[in-house]
C-alpha cells in the first residue's frame, strides 16, 4: 500500500472517530449517587444533572416518565452535542438510565413544531462493525456520522431519539409514541 493512501486512510479514521461517542463519555456512564445538594428547578429528586445548573427542558418529564414504566430509572440528564444534528439549534439532552444490565442512554432532540419528513439511512461502513448513518429532513442531508456501536433512531410528535441499546429504544418508543426511522 502507497504511503499516500495510508495517510488518507488514517485521516478518514481519525475524522470519524472525533465525532463518535465512546464508551468513556458522560452519557455512557451510569452516575455515582449524589452526595447533596438540591436538584435543579424542576428536575425530579435523585436525579443529577450535568452540569449542574443546566436547564430544564418541558419535555424532560415525559421522556422520564418512559424511562420509569419501563422500569428504567433515570439517574443523569446532561447536555447533548448534537442539538444542530437535523440541520437547526433545537433543545437537547442526553438521559442515562439504570437498568439491570448496567445503564441505558439515549439522546433526545425536543421538537417544539413540526419538522417534516425525517429519515435515517444507514449503511455498512468500510470499516468491520461499524456504520454510517445519515440523516435527511424532507429530502435534504442534514447529518452524517459513523458509528462503531449501535444506535437506534426513532422519531415522533415532538421528539427525534439517538438510543444507544434496544431496551432504551423500546422504552421510548412506547413511552413517548415513538416509530424507528424509516430510510
Not at 424532560?60 to 444534528?85: D, N
Not at 448496567?102 to 417534516?116: K, S
Not at 425525517?118 to 456504520?131: E, K, L, N, Q, Y
Request: hydrophobic content about 45%.
Amino acid at each position: 500500500m502507497s504511503d499516500r493512501l495510508v495517510v488518507a486512510l488514517l485521516a478518514i479514521v481519525l475524522a470519524g472517530a472525533s465525532c463518535v461517542p465512546t464508551e468513556t463519555s458522560a452519557y455512557r456512564r451510569t452516575p455515582a449517587p449524589t452526595s447533596g445538594g438540591a436538584p435543579a428547578s424542576g428536575a425530579t429528586a435523585g436525579i443529577q444533572r450535568d452540569p449542574a445548573d443546566l436547564p430544564v427542558l418541558p419535555g424532560e418529564s415525559a421522556v422520564i416518565s418512559a424511562f420509569a414504566r419501563a422500569g428504567m430509572p433515570v439517574r443523569m440528564i446532561g447536555a447533548s452535542k448534537f442539538e444542530g444534528m437535523l440541520g437547526l439549534m433545537r433543545p437537547a439532552r442526553i438521559f442515562t438510565a439504570a437498568t439491570t444490565w448496567g445503564a441505558g442512554g439515549a439522546d433526545v432532540l425536543f421538537l417544539d413544531e413540526p419538522i417534516g419528513d425525517v429519515r435515517v439511512c444507514t449503511m455498512p461502513s468500510w470499516i468491520p462493525r461499524w456504520t454510517i448513518n445519515t440523516i435527511f429532513v424532507n429530502g435534504r442531508q442534514v447529518d452524517r456520522s459513523e458509528a462503531g456501536q449501535l444506535v437506534l433512531f426513532l422519531v415522533g410528535h415532538g421528539y427525534f431519539v439517538q438510543a444507544w441499546d434496544e431496551r432504551t429504544s423500546d422504552a421510548l418508543r412506547q413511552g413517548l409514541g415513538l416509530d424507528a426511522a424509516r430510510c
